[in-house]
């Protein structure tokens, strides 16, 4: 039993060998399994390879087809530059003249308009700016930072250094 499974197992995988390297020549098969995703052209369906092989071919026809057409008309068109054409007659004019009188009043309609205003603004902003003093006596200088600042307590002119100040606190500990 096991040997029959095994015998089986070979003779599909010779078969799916076999259809690879038949179908590796056919590009109906290649657009197929890139369509598909299939690994293998083995398992393809017969109706997925027909499908393809009617859009492949029948696209092919149509390009052929629609080239002679397009070819017709483009040699139908150069014969044709060189004849005169028919003057246009009046009415025509008059209607192409107010075809375009409408379009051009529908474009200014549509049109938006962009109004631009510059304004200038003038804002006052404040500074601090740092101005030393030079000064040799004690009073000048300490009048001076009294005046830029208003009263300082706790400041020595002389030194520049800040007293220590002993601080009670008020609640018991």
């Known amino acids: 039993m096991l040997a029959e499974i095994n015998d ?9 060998n076999a259809i690879n390297l038949e179908t590796r020549s056919n590009q109906v ?19 997925q390879v027909a499908r393809t092989a009617v859009v492949w071919f029948g696209s092919l026809g149509a390009v052929v087809a629609l080239t002679g057409i397009l070819l017709a008309l483009a040699a139908y ?29 529908r474009r200014l309609q549509r049109r938006e308009r962009i ?5 200038i603004k003038e804002v006052v902003v404040k500074e601090l700016v740092h101005v030393p003093l030079v ?5 000048l200088a300490l009048e001076a930072v009294k005046a ?4 300082i307590t706790g400041l020595s002119v002389a ?15």
């Open 148 to 151: 830029s600042q208003g009263s």
């Open 8 to 16: 089986r197992e070979e003779r599909r995988l010779e078969l799916r």
């Open 29 to 47: 098969y290649r657009i197929t399994q890139s369509w598909t995703g299939a690994d293998s052209a083995a398992d393809l369906h017969p109706d």
């Open 135 to 139: 000064a040799r006596e004690d009073d």
């Open 159 to 173: 030194t520049g250094k800040r007293r220590a100040e002993k601080q009670t606190d008020p609640s018991p500990s």
């Open 77 to 105: 068109v150069v014969e044709d530059a060189d004849k005169p054409k028919p003057a246009k007659s009046s009415l025509t004019k008059l209607v192409n003249s107010l075809r375009r009188l409408l379009i051009v009043a």
């Open 115 to 119: 109004v631009v205003e510059e304004k």
